[in-house]
């Protein structure tokens, strides 16, 4: 009897532990996963990144400083992929997969980066040695807050768009 007892007792408590397992992942994660993709000039591009959100805070010269490389989203850095060689802003890119970072600048202009490590951790370990490209963005007024970051890729290139800003960059 004492060992049914004690049978049920580790089986409800399975249970209790499972279904509060199963909670836990039904939350909604603070920056999702995210894909975008579309075709540039005949080019597949495919960009990877964590979706975070403004929440209220100060993201521009607040949560992301100005003059230091972000990791364009959260978590993982961002990745961008492109099946062919294109120009990025006029200049050369190897087809490939690679870290995508931005350095946001109170200026306006902001440098974007295409890095050839593609699997890091934010931007801790970045390494500039290793970029394959930096250009040069001008960023543009959003009308209304965009909440969470989001990426579009689209005829002309890709943008990513997040509280006030879009950072548009031109792909031929």
Do not use: C
């Not at 532990?17 to 199963?22: H, K, L, T």
């Not at 939350?27 to 209220?56: F, M």
């Not at 607040?62 to 993982?76: I, M, Q, T």
């Amino acid at each position: 009897m004492k060992s049914t007892i004690k049978t049920m007792a580790t089986a409800v408590l399975a249970l209790f532990v499972s279904v509060g397992a199963m909670a836990q992942d039904a939350k909604p994660k603070p920056s999702p996963a995210a894909t975008a993709t579309g075709k540039v000039n005949g080019a597949t591009i495919t960009i990877n990144y964590s979706s975070p959100a403004v929440k209220g805070r100060k993201i521009w010269g607040g949560l992301e400083a100005y003059d230091k490389v972000w990791r364009a989203g959260a978590n993982d850095a961002t990745t961008f992929e492109t099946d062919k060689d294109i120009k990025v802003e006029g200049k050369n890119l190897p087809a490939g997969k690679y870290s995508f970072f931005l350095i946001p600048k109170e200026s306006g202009t902001w440098t974007a980066i295409f890095n050839k490590e593609p699997k890091q951790w934010g931007a801790y370990k970045y390494e500039e040695a290793k970029d394959a490209l930096r250009v040069d963005v001008k960023v543009k007024p959003l009308a209304e807050t965009q909440e969470r970051l989001v990426y579009k890729v689209h005829s002309k290139g890709f943008s990513l768009e997040w509280d006030k800003v879009s950072v548009p960059v031109s792909i031929k």
